[in-house]
């Protein structure tokens, strides 16, 4: 039975990762002990543990941690870790906060939008159709762009694609600003900055509001030739709606990172879609050589008492 505080590392990751972010944890926090929880955990195993740090780990996971102060998730995403009823709603709950990965989500979403803009999707199909067929130049500044959710990964990608010239719209749910932007608020405005977008990127959290979002009516109130890139749940997307909506040709194309079920079956429509991108969840995966950093920042904050950094709320869903 262990007498001081403990700090568990509850996730599904496989083995060697789990290794890795244990190593890294350990040379980070010296004067700490870290607890694997992949290993077994018996009567009295759960003394002392006041810090979780998680990345999906199964339901009921921190159950019996009496002493439990902090859940820090070391993925941006929380819906898992909010719907589960074992975790005490009084225990501060933070989502990861790390400027890599907010670049690495910049990084894939401009990809995504030149390569719509450029039209290299198209010419990808035309290769293997062994096809030479050149295309009309659209410009940068010619392909206007909606941002849905202005949290630290939608104002990244926001700066990126004004940075490369795109104009772009910003969405989100309460009234926020944008430098270089122009900004809206509110599901009344939704409408006319859906069908002002040539490309509609989202990276809207997933809540009650949000799930399903992307159905048959939204995707009619987007122009027709438009495009859209999903780098934040698979469950705001319908994927029969999204199919129709490529079948009539109201949507040029779709890149999805995320999915309802992951990985994504092989049976999938999406798999062999002409008109579909298929990523395995890659856009910002978390990177534990600098997620570290950003945890052990959280913590040291936390047990001083100062403000925690990606605090959710949990009314909110984020």
């Given at each position: 039975m262990t007498t001081k505080k403990a700090i568990l590392l509850a996730t599904n990751f496989d083995a060697a990762e789990q290794a890795q972010w244990l190593a890294l944890l350990r040379a980070a926090l010296p004067d700490d002990l870290i607890v694997d929880g992949h290993a077994p955990r018996g009567p009295g195993n759960a003394d002392g543990i006041d810090i979780a740090l998680v990345a999906n780990p199964a339901l009921g996971a921190l159950q019996g941690l009496t002493q439990l102060r902090l859940v820090q998730s070391l993925w941006a995403g929380v819906e898992r870790l909010l719907a589960d009823p074992t975790i005490p709603r009084d225990v501060p709950l933070a989502r990861m906060v790390d400027p890599a990965m907010n670049t690495s989500m910049a990084e894939?979403?401009?990809?995504?939008?030149?390569?719509?803009?450029?039209?290299?999707?198209?010419?990808?199909?035309?290769?293997?159709?062994?096809?030479?067929?050149q295309h009309p130049l659209q410009r940068a500044d010619e392909t206007p762009?909606?941002?849905?959710?202005?949290?630290?990964?939608?104002?990244?990608?926001?700066?990126?694609?004004?940075?490369?010239?795109?104009?772009?719209?910003?969405?989100?749910?309460?009234?926020?600003?944008?430098?270089?932007?122009?900004?809206?608020?509110?599901?009344?405005?939704?409408?006319?900055?859906?069908?002002?977008?040539?490309?509609?990127?989202?990276?809207?959290?997933?809540?009650?509001?949000?799930?399903?979002?992307?159905?048959?009516?939204?995707?009619?109130?987007?122009?027709?030739?438009?495009a859209l890139v999903n780098l934040a749940r698979g469950a705001h997307v319908?994927?029969?709606?999204?199919?129709a909506a490529l079948a009539e040709g109201h949507l040029s194309h779709a890149v999805l990172d995320v999915f309802h079920e992951e990985p994504l079956p092989a049976s999938h429509p999406f798999w062999k879609h002409p008109q579909v991108t298929v990523l395995p969840h890659v856009a910002a995966p978390t990177d534990p050589r600098t997620a570290v950093a950003a945890v052990v920042a959280n913590l040291i904050a936390h047990r001083a008492g100062a403000p925690l950094t990606g605090l959710v709320d949990r009314a909110r869903g984020y």
């Open positions: 894939t979403a401009l990809w995504a939008v030149l390569g719509l803009q450029r039209g290299f999707f198209g010419y990808a199909r035309q290769q293997h159709q062994g096809q030479w067929l762009v909606a941002v849905l959710g202005l949290g630290q990964m939608g104002r990244a990608v926001a700066r990126r694609l004004l940075q490369a010239g795109y104009p772009v719209q910003a969405w989100s749910r309460s009234a926020q600003e944008m430098p270089g932007a122009v900004t809206a608020s509110g599901r009344d405005a939704l409408r006319g900055v859906l069908g002002a977008a040539q490309v509609v990127v989202d990276l809207l959290p997933l809540t009650p509001d949000t799930a399903g979002l992307f159905n048959r009516s939204i995707f009619g109130q987007m122009r027709r030739g438009s319908v994927d029969a709606d999204l199919l």
